[in-house]
């Protein structure tokens, strides 16, 4: 006579199944953001690509070269692409639930495969926009460099950490009060200009230096430039400052989303 016994789950399944509603729910973004539009992938280049053209021509006329090398484009691209990656993290972490919200409702899919499906998927699309833009710029340019690979891809995963960490900070308080959620887009925009998107922090008055110092954006910005800059150091960086500013809000954010995940799918 059989007991009622449950089959045992294989240890590996619960793995499995986190792998295979991830990958589901990256190729839905995939389809969702940038299947439908014309061009599709082409407008994830195309669209820093032109600020970053726009800013060299406006700089160009402004000054007569770069605060480091000859390019200006370059001097640009290597202040955008940071900033981009953390935008691009910010933005994608703080709207993983909202975005996802029908798809939760499914005992198979959780909150953090949601949140880590549109984590990967920016993180990835944002990465391969970079490089391609990285090396356009070095071949159109013809700028000769030598390249600091581990510290370029520092720079690219502190600014995706950190713009992770601020996003998912953001989602229980986006999802609760709309409010802040235009509050906050008023009050980032600056952020490109203190960031040192558009100068180097040492140009800058030692009062404001002072300021800017306490932004986590401006030492990611200069480790990417010690990446492409030989005879640029920074030896004012701090990567466990920058650590401490991401991680802190990530978990933050991950209890809150914890506590309250199943109160935001009914809002």
């Given at each position: ?13 619960p793995r499995f199944r986190a792998f295979r509603a991830i990958s589901a729910l990256m ?73 996802s919200r029908p798809l939760l409702r499914y005992p198979g899919v959780t909150w953090m ?155």
């Amino acid at each position: 006579m059989s007991g009622g016994r449950a089959v045992p789950q294989r240890p590996g399944a619960p793995r499995f199944r986190a792998f295979r509603a991830i990958s589901a729910l990256m190729l839905r973004e995939m389809a969702t953001r940038y299947g439908r539009s014309p061009g599709g992938y082409i407008w994830a280049v195309l669209d820093p690509l032109g600020t970053i053209l726009l800013l060299s021509l406006a700089m160009s006329f402004l000054i007569q070269s770069p605060p480091l090398g000859v390019s200006f484009v370059l001097f640009k691209a290597t202040g955008m692409m940071p900033f981009a990656i953390y935008g691009s993290l910010s933005g994608a972490a703080s709207s993983a639930i909202s975005f996802s919200r029908p798809l939760l409702r499914y005992p198979g899919v959780t909150w953090m495969d949601a949140l880590l499906a549109r984590v990967l998927m920016n993180f990835l699309t944002t990465v391969l926009v970079a490089v391609l833009i990285f090396a356009g710029v070095l071949l159109w340019s013809d700028t000769r460099t030598l390249l600091d690979f581990p510290l370029i891809l520092l720079a690219m995963a502190l600014a995706a950490l950190f713009g992770t960490g601020v996003g998912v900070c953001n989602i229980v308080f986006f999802m609760r009060y709309p409010a802040w959620e235009h509050t906050w887009a008023i009050l980032n925009r600056p952020m490109l200009l203190a960031s040192g998107v558009l100068f180097l922090f040492e140009s800058m008055p030692r009062a404001v230096q002072e300021i800017l110092w306490y932004n986590p954006l401006v030492h990611i910005i200069a480790l990417m430039r010690e990446g492409f800059y030989p005879m640029y150091h920074a030896s004012w960086v701090s990567v466990p400052f920058v650590l401490v500013t991401a991680l802190l809000p990530l978990a933050a954010g991950l209890l809150l989303v914890r506590h309250h995940h199943v109160d935001l799918l009914n809002l």
